[in-house]
C-alpha cells in the first residue's frame, strides 16, 4: 500500500453512513470456538466491507497467507483499512511462525534492565506487525495488578507497583510509536484491582477517587503523555467516579470529563470488545448498545456481531436525534487522523530491533530466562540431574481452542533428561488418569509439578479442586518435589508445604524452554 492513498481531508463527498462505518472495526478470524484462520474468514469479510466501508479489521488467529488477505482486503478499499490486533505477547500470539514473547509481568522481573527489554520488545512489535500488515497493537495493558487473585489482569499488567507500571507503559509506548507502530493504553481507567473477569461479568473496581488517582490512573498519564493515540475502555464499574455504577465504556463522567478534559486526552478512545458481557449483557441488543457507547464518548466499537445492523440502527439515530451528527463527525475526526498517522508517514526506519527473526526469538529467550523466580528452595532439591530418572506432571485448569495437545513443557524434558515420565491433567481428566499420573511419581528419583494458572478470557481462573488435591498428596509423600507456576506467582501460596517453588511469570513455549533451563543450570546459581 502506497503512502498517499489517504489524503490530507477526507473527501467531501463521504455519507453519513459512510462515516459511521469507519467507528467500526470488524473481527477477521477467531481463537474461540468455531475457530476460523484469518485465510478461512476472507470471504466473510469481504462482503462485510462491500456492504460498509468499516473503518478497520481485528486480526485473530492467523497464519501463512495472512499477509496476503490484508492485503487482498486493503485493495478493495478506497479508504484504508486500519488493521488492529491483540498481540499483548508479540504478533506471534495472532500469527502463527512470528515471536511469541512471555506475559508482560515477566519484564518486570529483570530489574534494572527491564525498561530496555520492554523498548526493544516494542521495536521488534513493530518490525513483526509491519512485516504481516498489522497497524495498531492492543497494547499495552497500563493496569496496575493490584489484586494477586484478578482472574483476568495479573500478569498480562507489567506490574504491582505503580510507579514500575507507569515507568514500563511509558517505555512501550515511547519506543513503539517511534518505530511506527500504533499503541493503545487499556483498560481504562484500571482493570487491575477487580476481582472478577469483564467477559463474562461486569466487575466493580471499589476503589477511592484517591486510590484511583494514586494508582490505577498513573500509567494511564504515563502512556498518554508519551503520545499514545488510543485507550481502551474497561467494561469495569467504578462506583467512586461515577455513582451510576455503569461500566467505563458506558460513562461520560469517566470518558469525558476525567479521560479528555482531566487527563488532556485527545486521541481514539476505543471499547474493549463489545461481545463482552460486563457491557453486552445489560442491554436488549447490540443495536442499543452501540448506540449508548458512543454518546458516552468512544469513537471507535470493536468487535460487534451484526456490524452492518449496527451501522444502520446508528444512521436512523441521527435521523430520529438520539445521536448527533456532531457526535459522529467527532469521532470520525479522530479516527481519519489516526489512519493519517499510519498512511501518510513512513515508519522510523533506525530501529535497534531488527528483522531477523531469529534476533527477535533470542530476545523473547532472554526475558523468559531473566523473569523466572525462586520462592523457596535449596540444596539438595535443586539443580535437578539430567542422569536420574524424572516424573513431570502438568495440571491446567482449562484449555483453549487451539492450543496443542501436549505442552512444549513435556519435549523440553525429553531432551534434557535421560529419562522422562511425563504426564498433563486437564479439565477432562478423570479419576484414573490422576491415579495414573501419581504412579509416575511413585517410580521416579525426581518429581516436578508443574502448574498453569493465568488469566485468559472466558476460561476458568485457577486449579481444579481435584488438582489441588493432587498436589497436595504428592507433596506430603515427595518433600523434595519441586513445585513450577507456569504464570501467576499467587498460585503457589495454596502450597506452604511445597519446599522449592519457582515462578516463571508465563507459560509461553520459551517461558517453559527457560523452565527447563533453570531446574538444570539457573537452579544451581539460585541456589548456590
Not at 477477521?28 to 462491500?50: C, W
Not at 520492554?118 to 489484586?147: C, M, Y
Amino acid at each position: 500500500m502506497t503512502s498517499d492513498r489517504l489524503a490530507p481531508e477526507p473527501p467531501a463527498t463521504l455519507s453519513l453512513r459512510e462515516k459511521i462505518a469507519q467507528l467500526i472495526f470488524v473481527r477477521i478470524g477467531s481463537n474461540m470456538p468455531p475457530v476460523r484462520r484469518v485465510e478461512q474468514d476472507e470471504e466473510r469479510v469481504a462482503k462485510l466491507l462491500e456492504e460498509s466501508p468499516f473503518g478497520g479489521v481485528l486480526l485473530f488467529n492467523g497464519g501463512d497467507e495472512t499477509k496476503l488477505v490484508l492485503e487482498r482486503l486493503q485493495q478493495r478499499m478506497s479508504i484504508p483499512l486500519l488493521v488492529a490486533s491483540d498481540i499483548e505477547r508479540g504478533v506471534g500470539q495472532q500469527v502463527k511462525g512470528f515471536t511469541l514473547f512471555p506475559h508482560a509481568m515477566a519484564f518486570d522481573k529483570l530489574g534494572t534492565g527491564g525498561v530496555r527489554a520492554v523498548e526493544d520488545f516494542a521495536r521488534a512489535l513493530a518490525v513483526e506487525s509491519r512485516e504481516v500488515g498489522i497497524h495498531i497493537a492492543f497494547g499495552p495493558v497500563a493496569d496496575v495488578s493490584t489484586n494477586p487473585a484478578n482472574p483476568i489482569i495479573n500478569t498480562r499488567a507489567f506490574s504491582d507497583s505503580t510507579a514500575r507500571a507507569a515507568e514500563l507503559t511509558r517505555a512501550y509506548v515511547t519506543a513503539g510509536e517511534a518505530a511506527g507502530l500504533r499503541t493503545t493504553a487499556k483498560h481504562f481507567p484500571g482493570h487491575g484491582s477487580t476481582d472478577r473477569d469483564s467477559h463474562d461479568s461486569l466487575p466493580i473496581a471499589n476503589r477511592s477517587t484517591a486510590e484511583l488517582s494514586a494508582c490505577e490512573l498513573v500509567p494511564f498519564q504515563a502512556a498518554i503523555d508519551a503520545g499514545c493515540p488510543l485507550v481502551m475502555t474497561a467494561h469495569v464499574g467504578f462506583p467512586a467516579l461515577d455513582a451510576s455504577g455503569v461500566p467505563a465504556t458506558l460513562s461520560p463522567i469517566i470518558l469525558i470529563d476525567l479521560l479528555r478534559k482531566q487527563m488532556g486526552f485527545d486521541g481514539v478512545v476505543c471499547s474493549d470488545s463489545l461481545l463482552m458481557a460486563g457491557v453486552r449483557a445489560l442491554f436488549e441488543n447490540e443495536e442499543d448498545m452501540s448506540l449508548a457507547v458512543l454518546n458516552a464518548g468512544v469513537d471507535l466499537l470493536l468487535d460487534l456481531a451484526e456490524p452492518v445492523r449496527v451501522v444502520d440502527h446508528l444512521c436512523q439515530c441521527v435521523e430520529s436525534g438520539q445521536l448527533k451528527t456532531s457526535r459522529v463527525d467527532e469521532g470520525f475526526a479522530r479516527v481519519w487522523a489516526l489512519k493519517q498517522s499510519v498512511f501518510a508517514s513512513p515508519p522510523a526506519s533506525n530501529l535497534t530491533a531488527t528483522s531477523d527473526r531469529i534476533q527477535i526469538g533470542k530476545l523473547a529467550k532472554l526475558v523468559a530466562a531473566e523473569a523466572i523466580e525462586l520462592f523457596r528452595g535449596g540444596p539438595p532439591a535443586l539443580p535437578l540431574v539430567p542422569e536420574k530418572s524424572l516424573a513431570a506432571i502438568l495440571l491446567k485448569p482449562f484449555e483453549t481452542a487451539i492450543e496443542p495437545a501436549e505442552q512444549p513443557l513435556a519435549d523440553e524434558l525429553r531432551k534434557r533428561f535421560r529419562n522422562v515420565a511425563y504426564a498433563q491433567l486437564g479439565p477432562r481428566s478423570e479419576a484414573p488418569t490422576y491415579e495414573a499420573a501419581a504412579d509416575l511419581a511413585r517410580g521416579a528419583d525426581q518429581l516436578l509439578l508443574a502448574i498453569i494458572v493465568r488469566p485468559a478470557a472466558w476460561h476458568s481462573f485457577g486449579l481444579r479442586p481435584q488438582q489441588k488435591e493432587l498436589i497436595h498428596r504428592l507433596l506430603g509423600l515427595y518433600p523434595s518435589a519441586t513445585l513450577a507456576s507456569l504464570g501467576v506467582p499467587h498460585a503457589l501460596d495454596d502450597f506452604p508445604e511445597a519446599a522449592t517453588c519457582i515462578c516463571t511469570y508465563s507459560d509461553v513455549p520459551v517461558s517453559q524452554q527457560a523452565l527447563v533451563e533453570f531446574l538444570l543450570q539457573e537452579g544451581k546459581a539460585a541456589v548456590g
